[in-house]
Each structure stands twice: as structure tokens, then as C-alpha cells.
């Protein structure tokens, strides 16, 4: 009888199997003394990146709060790959409240944030940590290209980016109130080709956001086609080729869509349960949606443009989302703030922003804008990495 070679013996990795690599996580879990609380996932060999990817689940929560990234030649921990054990303490924290409180069958009530606007300046994987537990209503962001145009080359390999990525919604798990939602626009990239003789390549990015939002904690809500004019799409150069030609196998439509994905933060309780529980059914009643609304998950919506930021969404799309997944008064947070749009329309439909931003360029405008936003009103923003925001010729 053959015996199979796996990947990892044609690879002559040091870590060839699940077995050596929960032993290799094992010591490093004993190192950040949470070896009684953590146990593991099922192991993973990811080959193109030489890499062993081992995922740590809460003993008591039976939720993924994380994992530890092997480098399976040298059987050495990837320390800026993996969870810290802080991050990883924390969460057990937080999930292990939940878990009991599931236990123990309680209703619960809403709890009001007593958030500020605030406007923070830094990474926005970090900034999150600093904010308080279940403080923020609602998520809404479009999270930077991957390589999409020469304005984005943060990231070296897909992979990477897909890893940023999963940490910010790990991160605003811990965030968001319970029930509430992560609304996410996001579209595939094109990766334009280097010479005449490579192919370009399409990356599915909305699939792989899917399969993150899932592992982190977050139940699937809906898929909605944000549908942008005719011709908007045009000016990519994709299906082309296929205009003059006419070739079979050559066709590639031009794209004129994106996705906005909708999640919810897992929890055993109906939504009708934050509706219910609300203690100001005011509040409630106030934030109903009583004119026009989109009928399908077809919005179709005119795309913006600013030559302060290369790819904003509509102002339109932002109080779309708003107006539908938060109430009045409620914390309505963008980890990737931009120039500021997710706040802009915060503040018209009468809800408190959370804007994170890494660039500071794109601070100072969110700065100078919220004067306008907020009147007066405007110098009680709270401010993290940033200077306050300057009363002085604010407006009525």
C-alpha cells in the first residue's frame, strides 16, 4: 500500500503535521499562561506562505477568539501574526461573560453608550482596543483596496491584508453592543497585469470578508447590490478587449456594482429584542422609517467623488445604512473613517460618530469639517492622537 505524502513533507517543513503543530502552539500558550483557558481549532498548513495557522478557541465560550501562526520551516512563532495575549485576554473576558449569561437564560436590557463623538488618529486595530466594551451601535466602513490602485500598496501579500483585516472585526466584536450590526461595503479588485505577457487577476474579496466575519462571531444579515449608473464602470478598461473583438472567452462585463454585507453580532436574542428592550420607545418610535425605502437589495446610488480622498461612498449610501440598522441617538462607528462621510451623516440623522483614521491628512479634514457638522456643539468632540477640536470660529 503507497503512503501519501502530504504538502508538508514535499515542502520538508520542520512542522509536518496538526499533531506537532498544536504541540509547538501548546508551548507558546503555557508562555502567555492561558494554557486552562484556551484550547485549539483545527490546525491548518498554508503552503503558499509556508506557514502553519493554528486557531485558539475559549474554553468556556467555544468561540474562535484568535490563533497563533507558525513558520513551518522553522517550527518559530510569527509573533506579529499572531494574537497577542492581551487581545486574547480580553476576549475570553467578554465572550466568557456572554456564554454565562446564555446559561443563565437572562433577558438582559439595551444599556445606552455614553460615547462622545470622537474622532481618534492612529490604527485603527489598536485604537479599538482603547474603547469600551459594547459602547458602539453600529459598524459601517469600506475597508481600503488591497492593491486595487497605486494609492494602496500598504500590504505586500493578499494574505496580509486578509489578516488586518480579520484583527479590526475581531477587535470590534468586543465593541459592538449585543445584537447589533457590522455593515461592510466592499467590491472584488482588479489587479492590473504587470507586462502584456501575465494575465490580470480579480480577486472575490465580498467571499473572503464572508468567511472572516463568520469565524469572528458574526451571523450573515443580507447582501446588498450597491448598482451605480451605466458606464460608471467604464473607465477600469475590464471587457474592453471584448468590445472590439467579440472573442468567445474574452468577455468580461463591466463592473458596476458593489457589495454592502451585512452582519449581525451573534447573540441568541431576536432583533425584536433591541426594539423591545429600549428604554426610551420614543427614541423607538422616532427612528421609524415612515417615508420612501429601498423595497430589494438593489440601491441603486450615484457614486461620489472628492479630490481629498480617491474613494469615498456616497453620503447617501452612509444614511441609507444608518437609517435602517441604528436608532436616534445611537454610536455609529467607521474604523476606517476616510475623510469622514460615516460621521457627516451621523450627525444629520441624529446619531454620535466614532471616526478612526490612520492619515493624518484625512484627520484634518475630518477635523475641519465637524465644525461644520456640529456647530458649537463641535467642541465637545473627543479627540485621541489629535489636537482638540479649536472652538473658535465655530459655527451657530
Not at 469600506?142 to 497605486?150: C, F, Q
Not at 437609517?323 to 440623522?349: C, E, H, N, Q, W
Amino acid at each position: 500500500m503507497l503512503r501519501t505524502v502530504t504538502v508538508a513533507q514535499k515542502r520538508k517543513y520542520n512542522v509536518l503535521d496538526v499533531k506537532a503543530a498544536k504541540k509547538v502552539a501548546t508551548f507558546w500558550l503555557i508562555r502567555a499562561k492561558l494554557e486552562n483557558a484556551i484550547e485549539f481549532g483545527l490546525p491548518e498548513v498554508d503552503d503558499r506562505y509556508h506557514i502553519w495557522r493554528v486557531p485558539l478557541v475559549g474554553k468556556t465560550s467555544q468561540e474562535r477568539i484568535g490563533e497563533v501562526v507558525i513558520d513551518a520551516y522553522t517550527s518559530l512563532i510569527i509573533q506579529d501574526k499572531s494574537t497577542k495575549p492581551e487581545v486574547l485576554e480580553s476576549r475570553l473576558l467578554g465572550r466568557n461573560e456572554r456564554a454565562r449569561a446564555k446559561a443563565k437564560k437572562q433577558n438582559g436590557t439595551y444599556v445606552l453608550s455614553s460615547l462622545r463623538n470622537t474622532i481618534a488618529q492612529g490604527d485603527s486595530e489598536e485604537l479599538l482596543q482603547e474603547l469600551p466594551a459594547g459602547s458602539v451601535n453600529l459598524i459601517f466602513t469600506s475597508p481600503p483596496y488591497y492593491n486595487a490602485r497605486p494609492e494602496y500598496t500598504d500590504y505586500v501579500t493578499y494574505e496580509e491584508y486578509l489578516l488586518k483585516i480579520r484583527k479590526i472585526i475581531q477587535n470590534a466584536h468586543r465593541v459592538l453592543a449585543e445584537g447589533c450590526f457590522f455593515v461592510m461595503n466592499v467590491s472584488p479588485v482588479l489587479i492590473r497585469r504587470a507586462s502584456r505577457n501575465e494575465a490580470s487577476r480579480r480577486i472575490a474579496v465580498p467571499f473572503d470578508m464572508h468567511r472572516l466575519f463568520i469565524e469572528e462571531g458574526f451571523d450573515f444579515i443580507d447582501d446588498i447590490i450597491w448598482e451605480k449608473p451605466e458606464g460608471a464602470g467604464w473607465a477600469t478598461g475590464r471587457g474592453r478587449r471584448f468590445a472590439a473583438d467579440r472573442n468567445p472567452l474574452q468577455y468580461k462585463p463591466v463592473p458596476v456594482t458593489e457589495y454592502i454585507l451585512v452582519y449581525r453580532k451573534h447573540t441568541e436574542k431576536l432583533i425584536d429584542w433591541n426594539i423591545r428592550s429600549h428604554p426610551n420607545k420614543e427614541t423607538v418610535d422616532d427612528s421609524k422609517i415612515v417615508d420612501d425605502y429601498e423595497r430589494t437589495n438593489i440601491w441603486r446610488i450615484t457614486p461620489a467623488h472628492d479630490p481629498r480622498h480617491p474613494a469615498i461612498f456616497p453620503v447617501e449610501l452612509a444614511e441609507k445604512v444608518i437609517r435602517y440598522y441604528s436608532f436616534k441617538g445611537d454610536v455609529v462607528l467607521d474604523p476606517f473613517a476616510g475623510i469622514g462621510t460615516v460621521g457627516k451623516a451621523a450627525v444629520k440623522l441624529g446619531r454620535r460618530f466614532v471616526l478612526l483614521e490612520q492619515n493624518p491628512e484625512y484627520i484634518a479634514v475630518i477635523r475641519e469639517e465637524s465644525k461644520i457638522w456640529l456647530g458649537k456643539e463641535g467642541k465637545q468632540i473627543h479627540t485621541i492622537n489629535c489636537a482638540p477640536i479649536d472652538a473658535e470660529n465655530m459655527l451657530l
